[in-house]
C-alpha cells in the first residue's frame, strides 16, 4: 500500500535521532512527557472527537463545545492535573472556547492588575470555575484606539460605587469571546470619571449574569454577534456584545494596581506605569507567538507527509511515479515553512523567558525593559502570525485538491488561525508601534543613552551602516556571522532611511504617517532580525542527539535565506549584499533543500502530534491517505440517500423538461 511503504522508508531514511529532537521541540523532556501524555488522553476519550465539527450547525456546534468545556473540566478536577497539564489538556481538546479567554486572559488581567485584596477576592473563585470571565476592552466603534473607548465608569461619591456605562451604540463591547452565552463577570474597560473628569482608560471587574440562572443582570443587555468566517472553526467561540444601562458595581472593583480611587474619590497614581494597563495584551501576545509554531507545524506536518505520499507524473524504471516531495518547487514552498515552524518555536521559548524576566523587574519597581517588551511581543506576534496565515494557505496548496476538503484539517485550521492577525491587535498596528520604538531608538543614538536587548545592534551604527558582506562562495552564506552581519545591516539601514526621512517633515505626526508604510517595513526587518538571531543562539547552547544540531543548522540557514530571498529588494537597495552574493545565497538554498528532503518526514514526525490532534487524512502517520479519504466522502450527511433531498422539487422538473415548458 503506497502511503504506508512511503512513509515507513522515509522514516528509515532519518540521519538524525527523533526523539531528541522531540525534546528540543517541546522545550524539555518533563515538557515532552506532559503533552505527550495528556495529548494521548485526549485523542482516546470519545467526548473530544471532531471529524463532525465542520457539519455541525452553529446551535450544535456550540453545544458540543460547551459539551466537551465541561468534560475536560470533570477530567482535570478527577485527573487532578496540575496547572501545566490543564493547560495542556485545553490545547489539545483543540476548541476553541470560553474557557481560553477565562484561563488564558480574564485570570492573568486580575493577578496582573488587581491589588493583593482583589487577587486575594477574586482568584480563588476564578480558579475554582465558581465565576466565569472574560476580557471586555474591544467595542463597536474602537478596537486598536483603545484610548478611544467610549464606556465609562463614573465614580459616585454618595454610594461609593462606579456606575458602568455604554452611552452610543458605538461603545457597545462588540468581539470579547466567551461574553456572548457564557461569561458571567468580565473585566470591562471603560474611562473612569471622578468629578467630571476624565481619567482615561482603566479595568472594573463586572459581574454580567446571575449565577443562580444565568440571566443578565439588571441593566444589562448581553448577546453573541454572529457567525464568523469558515465552518466549525472559530464558531465554537460566543464572541458577544454588551450594553450597559447604569450598572453599579463597588469601588473595589476597580482595578487599582495601576492608581486607585479613594473612598472620598481622590485618585492616587501607584508607581507603576500607566501602560500596565495593557499588560494582559503584552502577556497573551507573547503566548500568542509560541502557539503560531504549533500552528504552522500542524500544516506543514500534514502536508510534509501528504507530500511524501502523493506521486504525480515522472515515471522511475521500477514503473513508480515521483513523489511530489521530490519536486524542486514543491520543496523550495515546503521547506522554508517547515524551518519557520521551527524558527517560531525558538523565538516563543525566547520571547517566554523576556516575558518573564520583564514580570520579575516589575516586581522589583523595575519598569526600564517594558517598552522592549512592548516592542517585541508586538512586532513578534505580527509577524509570526501573518506568516503562520499565509503557510497555512501555502500548506493547502501543496496538498492539491485534497487539501481544499474539510478532511484535510487544512480548510478548518486556516479559519481558525487568521483572526490571529487582528485579534490582540492588528498586525499592522503593531508594527506600526515596533516603528516607533525603532525610530525613538535611532534618534538617541549618540545621545548616550546605548541600545539595549535587541537593539543592541544599533550601537554599531557606523559599522553596520558602512559594511560590505565578505561572501564570496555559496557556503559563506553558512556562516551565522555572515548572515547576522547582512541581517543587522538591512534592519539598521532601513531604520535610519526612515529616521531620515522623518526628519524632513516639521509635524514629525503627519511625517510618520505619510511614511508608515516603509517603517512597516523597517519593523519587519527588525522582528525578522529578532528570530534569526534567536535561533543562532539556540543553535549556540548544547544540543545533544545523533545528528539533531546539524538538522537545526540546516532548518535555521534555510529561515535565513529564504527571508533573504523574499525580501532580496530591501538587501540589494540597502547596498548590504550584491546581486552575486545574492545569486550565491540562492544556491546555497537549494542546497540546503536537498540536504533536508531525506529527513523532512523525521522532522515534522519531531512535533509528536496524534492523529486526533491534526485531525487530517492527508497527514495520517500511517500515511493511509487513499482508503481513509475514500471512507470519509462516505460520511458526509449528503451521501445519507443516494437520491438527495429536493431531487422531485428541483432535479426532476428540469430532467423532465417541465421548467422550460411551463415558460414557453
Ligand atoms: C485559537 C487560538 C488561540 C491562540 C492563543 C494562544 C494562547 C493565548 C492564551 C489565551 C487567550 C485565548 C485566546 C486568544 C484569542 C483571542 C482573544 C483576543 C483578545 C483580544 O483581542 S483583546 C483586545 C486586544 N486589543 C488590542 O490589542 C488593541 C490594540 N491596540 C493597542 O494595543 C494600543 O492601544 C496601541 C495601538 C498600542 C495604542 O497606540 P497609541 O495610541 O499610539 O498609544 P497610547 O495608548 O497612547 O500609548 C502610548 C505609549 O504606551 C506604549 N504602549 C502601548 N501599548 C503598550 C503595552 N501593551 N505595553 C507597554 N507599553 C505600551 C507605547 O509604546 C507608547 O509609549 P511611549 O513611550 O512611546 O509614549
Ligand atoms: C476572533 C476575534 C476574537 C476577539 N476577541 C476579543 C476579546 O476577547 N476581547 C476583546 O476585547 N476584543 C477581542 N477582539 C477584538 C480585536 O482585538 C480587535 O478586532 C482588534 O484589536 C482590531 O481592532 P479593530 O477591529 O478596531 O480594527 P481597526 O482598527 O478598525 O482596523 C481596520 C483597519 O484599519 C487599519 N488601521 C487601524 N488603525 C490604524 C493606524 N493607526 N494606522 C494604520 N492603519 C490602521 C488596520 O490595519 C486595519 O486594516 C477579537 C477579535 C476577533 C476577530
Not at 166 to 182: D, E, F, I, Q, R
Not at 362 to 367: G, I, K, P, W
Not at 519 to 537: N, P, R
Amino acid at each position: 500500500m503506497a502511503g504506508f511503504d512511503d512513509l515507513a522508508s522515509e522514516r528509515s531514511k532519518a540521519q538524525f535521532d527523533v526523539e531528541e529532537m522531540k525534546v528540543i521541540w517541546a522545550g524539555s523532556r518533563h515538557t515532552l512527557e506532559v503533552s505527550d501524555r495528556i495529548s494521548r488522553l485526549v485523542a482516546n476519550d470519545p467526548v473530544f472527537r471532531k471529524d463532525t465539527r465542520t457539519m455541525l450547525s452553529r446551535k450544535d456546534l456550540f453545544k458540543n463545545t460547551l459539551r466537551k468545556a465541561a468534560h475536560a473540566w470533570k477530567r482535570i478536577i478527577e485527573l487532578r492535573l496540575s496547572e501545566e497539564e490543564a493547560a495542556e489538556l485545553r490545547f489539545y481538546v483543540d476548541e476553541p472556547a470560553f474557557m481560553d479567554l477565562h484561563w488564558g486572559m480574564f485570570i492573568p488581567t486580575i493577578k496582573g492588575q488587581g491589588t493583593e485584596e482583589q487577587q486575594q477576592k477574586w482568584l480563588p473563585l476564578a480558579y475554582k470555575m465558581k465565576i466565569i470571565g472574560c476580557y471586555a476592552q474591544t467595542e463597536l466603534g474602537h478596537g486598536s484606539n483603545v484610548q478611544g473607548l467610549e464606556t465609562t465608569a463614573t465614580f459616585d461619591p454618595q454610594t461609593d460605587e462606579f456606575i458602568i456605562h455604554s452611552p452610543t451604540l458605538t461603545s457597545s463591547k462588540w468581539w470579547p469571546g466567551g461574553l456572548g452565552k457564557v461569561s458571567t463577570h468580565a473585566v470591562v474597560y471603560g474611562r473612569l470619571i471622578i468629578d467630571s473628569k476624565d481619567y482615561g482608560v482603566n479595568g472594573f471587574i463586572v459581574q454580567l449574569r446571575s449565577l443562580d440562572d444565568h440571566l443578565p443582570l439588571p441593566g444589562i443587555t448581553i448577546g453573541d454577534i454572529g457567525m464568523k468566517f469558515g465552518s466549525g472553526a472559530y464558531n465554537t467561540m460566543d464572541n458577544g456584545v454588551l450594553r450597559f444601562d447604569h450598572v453599579r458595581i463597588p469601588r473595589d472593583q476597580m482595578l487599582m494596581r495601576v492608581s486607585q480611587v479613594t473612598r472620598e474619590g481622590k485618585l492616587v497614581q501607584s508607581n507603576v506605569p500607566w501602560q500596565l494597563v495593557y499588560g494582559t495584551m503584552v502577556y497573551v501576545r507573547q503566548k500568542i507567538v509560541s502557539d503560531a509554531s504549533c500552528a504552522l507545524s500542524r500544516a506543514v506536518c500534514i502536508a510534509t507527509r501528504y507530500s511524501a505520499v502523493r506521486r504525480q507524473f515522472g515515471l522511475q524504471s521500477n514503473g513508480i511515479e515521483t513523489q511530489v516531495i521530490d519536486y524542486k518547487t514543491q520543496q523550495s514552498r515546503l521547506f522554508p515553512l517547515l524551518a519557520s515552524a521551527y524558527a517560531f518555536r525558538f523565538v516563543g521559548e525566547w520571547l517566554k523567558w523576556l516575558y518573564m524576566d520583564v514580570n520579575q523587574r516589575l516586581q522589583a519597581s523595575d519598569f526600564s525593559t517594558l517598552p522592549e517588551a512592548h516592542a517585541c511581543t508586538a512586532g513578534l506576534k505580527s509577524l509570526t502570525t501573518s506568516a503562520t496565515a499565509d503557510g497555512i494557505e501555502e500548506c493547502r496548496k501543496l496538498c492539491g485538491g485534497h487539501g481544499y476538503l474539510c478532511s484535510s484539517g487544512l480548510p478548518e485550521l486556516f479559519a481558525v488561525y487568521i483572526p490571529a492577525c487582528t485579534y490582540e491587535g492588528d498586525n499592522i498596528v503593531l508594527l506600526l508601534q515596533v516603528a516607533r520604538f525603532l525610530i525613538k531608538t535611532v534618534s538617541q543614538l549618540g545621545s548616550g543613552k546605548e541600545p539595549v536587548g535587541t537593539t543592541v545592534y544599533m550601537g554599531r551604527v557606523e559599522q553596520l551602516m558602512q559594511c560590505h558582506c565578505a561572501v564570496q562562495k555559496a557556503e559563506d552564506w553558512l556562516k551565522p556571522s555572515v548572515i547576522l552581519e547582512a541581517f543587522e545591516a538591512r534592519s539598521m539601514r532601513m531604520s535610519v532611511a526612515s529616521a531620515q526621512n522623518l526628519a524632513k517633515f516639521d509635524n514629525q505626526e503627519e511625517g510618520f504617517l505619510e511614511l508608515s508604510a516603509d517603517l512597516v517595513q523597517a519593523a519587519v526587518a527588525h522582528c525578522q532580525l529578532i528570530v534569526v538571531s534567536k535561533f543562532i543562539e539556540k543553535l549556540q547552547q548544547d544540543i545533544p542527539g545523533k545528528g539533531v544540531k546539524g538538522q537545526l543548522e540546516a532548518l535555521c540557514n534555510i529561515y535565513a535565506l529564504f527571508i533573504l530571498h523574499k525580501h532580496l529588494g530591501d538587501f540589494l537597495s540597502t547596498g548590504c549584499i550584491t546581486p552575486k552574493q545574492a545569486s550565491l545565497a540562492n544556491a546555497q538554498l537549494r542546497s540546503l533543500y536537498s540536504q533536508v528532503r531525506p529527513n523532512a518526514i523525521a522532522l515534522v514526525d519531531a512535533f509528536n502530534y496524534t492523529d486526533h490532534y491534526l485531525s487530517s487524512v492527508l497527514g495520517r502517520y500511517d500515511g493511509n491517505v487513499y482508503p481513509k479519504l475514500y471512507e470519509e466522502a462516505w460520511k458526509d450527511p449528503l451521501n445519507d440517500s443516494v437520491v438527495p433531498d429536493g431531487y422531485q422539487e428541483y432535479i426532476q422538473p428540469i430532467l423532465k423538461q417541465q421548467l422550460r415548458n411551463a415558460r414557453l
